[in-house]
């Protein structure tokens, strides 16, 4: 019999993981599989699990949970020489992985999709010793928006992140970066440089509208102006999906990246702290092998 593990997050999405968990089992089970439960008590145990279930060698692996959730598990399977076939049901607020992969947004939805059998290979960016699928910020702009109090999170979603990045913008300096990438070195003042993966962030869907899920790039942007009218034009362009056409922008893709600055730099990776400046950034192209709904 075919092995699965369900790894779940019973605080995610109003603690409501408990209530599909079950669903998920029976679903599995009709499906041929054994399934292992596996529920997180802690930071990092979604990781740990993860990487049971390639030492054991599973078939496939489901989880269900927020981006944090869903991140941890990625960090778990990348690399590792025996990787299940995975997807997840989204229990977040945002759920950028699950927007740009076209999992159902609705729970009870996503589970009945693991009926379908279409597959896809999908990128994973690594960024030092740590890996991420959808997004990398680096200024002192990612750490006020990873600071966004959950309760603004859940009442506000994706508009939550715009104006405290908005906010933030405003009141940053920009700072001296050098950034080499596969077509030369960029050098110059920048507020804020995103590293896409995928066209969502922050929950907007056409945010990176070049992005797919496995082109095997990042795609940069690098933000160089600030001050309001700046800031209220970019604003309209993320909403439109053409943020890569603003004069106070600059964009490339590249399958490598260094980043350095004249003063160290948060960096946000999926929404959680990462290293600080100086930073190696790669992609590992159709790294993990995911069960995802037909396309139509």
């Known amino acids: ?112 999709a693991l009926k379908m059998t279409n597959t896809e290979q999908v990128d994973v960016g690594r960024i030092g010793d ?26 506000y979603g994706s508009m939550a992140y715009l104006v405290a990045g908005a906010k933030a913008l405003l009141s940053n300096e920009e700072v001296e970066m050098t950034i080499e990438h596969d077509q030369g070195t960029w050098k110059g003042t920048s507020i804020l440089v995103l590293v896409a993966l995928t066209n969502s962030v922050g929950g907007f869907e056409d945010l990176v509208n070049s992005a797919k899920i496995n082109d095997g790039k990042l795609h940069v942007f690098i933000i160089k102006q600030a001050g309001f009218t700046s800031i209220a034009r970019m604003g309209a362009k993320v909403m439109l999906g053409t943020l890569g056409e603003d004069e106070g922008v600059e964009t490339f893709k590249t399958e490598r990246l260094h980043i350095d600055s004249n003063r160290t730099l948060f960096c946000n990776v999926d929404g ?14 159709k790294h993990l092998n995911m069960l995802l709904p037909k396309k139509i």
């Open 130 to 155: 740590k890996y991420f699928v959808n997004v990398v910020a680096i200024g002192d702009i990612a750490s006020k928006v990873a600071d966004t109090p959950v309760e603004q999170k859940t009442r």
């Open 1 to 112: 019999m075919k092995k699965a593990m369900l790894i779940y997050n019973p605080s995610s999405g109003r603690e409501e993981a408990s209530q599909f968990k079950d669903r998920a089992i029976e679903v599995l089970t009709n499906l041929g599989y054994e399934v292992m439960e596996k529920e997180t008590q802690k930071q990092d145990d979604a990781t740990h699990f993860a990487k049971l279930a390639c030492e054991r060698k599973m078939d496939f692996l489901l989880a269900m949970g927020g981006d944090g959730t869903i991140s941890e598990v990625v960090n778990g399977l990348a690399e590792q020489e025996n990787r299940p076939l995975f997807s997840f049901v989204p229990l977040g607020t945002v759920n950028d992985f699950a927007r740009a992969l076209g999992i159902p947004l609705e729970p009870d939805i996503a589970i009945e």
């Open 272 to 285: 959680d702290q990462g290293d600080c400046t100086p930073l190696n950034i790669q992609v590992l192209p």
